[in-house]
């Protein structure tokens, strides 16, 4: 048995001229979080469509724990759970005719179907709502039945799809911790997201990717070290002893610091060992440091380094 | 530990299994079908008004009056409405599958076949509506049914059973085009010449050569002559194992190509 539950191997999925998955290579590690970081129409949802099964590639191979997603369909499908982009519950039937239904469908008996209904609503908190008609579900309630939805069967890989998009930040907080829990219980799962905070956060490894390409993988301290500079903190005390540590840190770095609005110095730092130099030009200098604290740098500035654009600016080109 | 990991890993799902999601699609159309009632107004109304028209419109010039129009034409709009219900088979399927639960009953591991069959079977109580009000239409206005309760249910059974063969052909409509609104404006291109060309209405000798020709070979008139004849004194006779054939036929030819189109469609 593979040590992977999602491989994926040269996936290309073409619309028409538009490559949206051009060649996306990535190994999903049994029982972790792994986030897709991308911009809107980076590739995200198709690629998890085509790992749901809902959608075919065109080339290159994804495999679910080791059955191919196009060869052996319904084997995957038995062991995933899949939240769409968008609500994928029936809009016509109650909260718990929804779940009660999927549970059905699962193999359920219809009483233990609605056993299980019952006790997801209660999980997520929707028990109140459950036989509410869903057009007055508010945006988060719906989030969560969708979510409950692809849990009826716990399955061994849940896909999420920007599963905070739209939500207010208290619940986008509920929805973390759902997501932490659910990961706490052996389920791998597979998100996709366009924050960066999101994926720093709850995912182990991130793949970023921009149109259709895996433009950077790793840990998300990894990530942000490819970024080569992190950044020096420091406090001096007064502002007289910050300008004094400024010209010494351009003669020993010889770059141009900055001070921030609390007083503090702030400057990159490409190199570990040259923060030992600095330190002995400052005891040189008689000067005392307050604080020291060395900052790696933010996922916005890992994908402001890769793609040379904020991801807001990519955002705001496709949406 | 998971369920998932605990399954069988078998790359389809077992007849039960199948059996059982189909009937939990049914159940699931039938549920839609209860909450939005509204949706039922053409086969309360259209039996109704088909039966009114027919029978004082065309009555006297085909048969000298309305009454003795009724064994003709009851059967012929019988059929003709049964398959018109059979059509929003395939427009609430497509109307359906535009909805983002159909991207979960894709991702599930159930049965390709059960949504499809599901939904055409729960159909069935529309088809029941129409053969209901048909022939309670039928009776209040003077027609008489030797054939007795007998003839009368073999011929809805018989209407239904064929009728629902047929709705294949709209389901494959229904998945294969992109709008309900087209499903129903094809599937309607398809339905009028297969039942107005047809001894539905008018005997087949009055009808140009040609027409009349493809008239005889269309499988719905053999379908019409085997309900006038199970009507008129539950007979069975060769036109209706001619039409249950012949719909077993459409049946086997489009069932499977409309699962295919919507398995390559997931
Ligand atoms: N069904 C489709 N038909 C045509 N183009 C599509 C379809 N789905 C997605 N695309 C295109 O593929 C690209 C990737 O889309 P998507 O995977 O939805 O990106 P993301 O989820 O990262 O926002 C976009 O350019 C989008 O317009
Ligand atoms: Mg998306």
Redesign the pocket.
Known sequence: MTEYAVEIDGLV?T??D?R??DGVTLRVPKGTIYG?L????????????ILATL?KSDGGSAKVFGHDVLKEAHIVRKMIGVTG?YASVDESLSATENLVIFGMLRGLKRKQAAERAAELLEEFGLTEAANRPLHKFSGGMRRRLDIAAGLIVIPDLMFL??PTTGLDPRTRAQMWNTIRALAAKGTTVML?T?YLDEADNLASRIAV?DH?RVIAEGTPDELKSSVGSSTLVLDMGSSDQSAMAQEIIFDVLGVRSKITDAGRIVTPIAKMDAVADLLIGFREAGLEVQAISIQKPTLDEVFLTITGKTAEDEAGV?A | MTVAASEKLVNHAGLRESVQQTLVMAYRTLLRIKRRPEELVDVLVQPIMFTLMFVYIFGGAISGDPVSYLPIVIPGILVQSVIMASVSTGSGLRDDMDKGVFDRFRSLPISRMAPLVGASVANIVRFGIVIVLTFAMGFVMGLSADGGVIGVLAAALLVTVVSWCISWVFVLVGVMVKSATSVTGISMIILFPLTFLSNAFVPVDTLPSVLGTFASANPVSYLVTAVRELISGAAITGDLWMSIAGAAVIALIFAPLATRAYTRKA
């Open positions: 999925k619309f028409g538009n949206a998955v897709i991308g911009p809107n129409g980076a590739g995200k949802t198709t690629t998890i469509n959608m982009q799809d920007e996709t366009q990717i259709g496709e």
